[in-house]
């Protein structure tokens, strides 16, 4: 699998209280290429490594079990050939899963939602229940929405801070997603953030 070594995230120092005001849902991008960095930030903002001793992530997660994967589906990034990649946040990089455009595949899984086939590249969340499930049960089906609402918190906010915009996609065709991006066994997608520069 070809393996893509990412850029550091790039420093992030506006106030918090400023990107939390300014916060939005968008929904209308401008037709420009994301730079690799600023997608590589937004992914460090996700699941990335904070504490490489316990392998701790940038969201909280029940019992570090860290049930999510990231999937990104990429139409305009510089750097980036059209494809799906898959993030590995161990050591920061993307691995290409599949290879050309699956934008106008998205957007029709999305139920025609256009902002999700026009964006620059979206972020799909997945999720492998059991390794949550098993230490919690069926509690643990809750904590693993959970843990997927920060990471979109993450996500909204480090975008804003970027310059960018996203917004939550909670309606899509379960399977749809997961033959688009090729899941196997108890992987499920449970959350879909289009990012681009907003008009």
């Given at each position: 699998m070809k393996e893509i070594l990412l850029p550091q995230p790039i420093p992030m120092e506006e106030p918090l209280s400023s990107v939390i005001a300014r916060r939005r849902s968008r929904r209308k991008w401008a037709e420009k290429p994301v730079e690799l960095e600023k997608l590589a930030t937004i992914l460090w903002a996700v699941q990335g490594i904070t504490d490489k001793r316990h392998e701790f992530r940038a969201v909280p997660s029940a019992g570090a079990t860290y049930p999510l994967?990231?999937?990104?589906?990429?139409?305009?990034?510089?750097?980036?050939?059209?494809?799906?990649?898959?993030?590995?946040?161990?050591?920061?990089?993307?691995?290409?899963?599949?290879?050309?455009?699956?934008?106008?595949?998205?957007?029709?899984?999305?139920?025609?939602?256009e902002w999700v086939g026009r964006a620059p590249f979206n972020i799909v969340l997945t999720a492998v229940f059991f390794r949550t499930t098993r230490y919690y049960g069926e509690r643990g089906v809750m904590y693993v929405y959970l843990e997927a609402g920060h990471a979109g918190q993450n996500i909204y906010l480090a975008a804003e801070a970027l310059g960018l915009g996203t917004v939550a996609i909670g309606a899509f065709y379960d399977e749809m997603v997961s033959e688009i991006l090729g899941l196997t066994g108890s992987e499920k997608p449970v959350y879909i953030f289009p990012v681009g520069y907003p008009v």
């Open positions: 994967e990231v999937y990104v589906v990429v139409e305009n990034v510089t750097g980036l050939d059209k494809a799906i990649y898959h993030y590995n946040p161990y050591n920061h990089s993307l691995e290409v899963v599949k290879t050309g455009s699956y934008g106008a595949s998205l957007e029709k899984a999305c139920l025609g939602q």
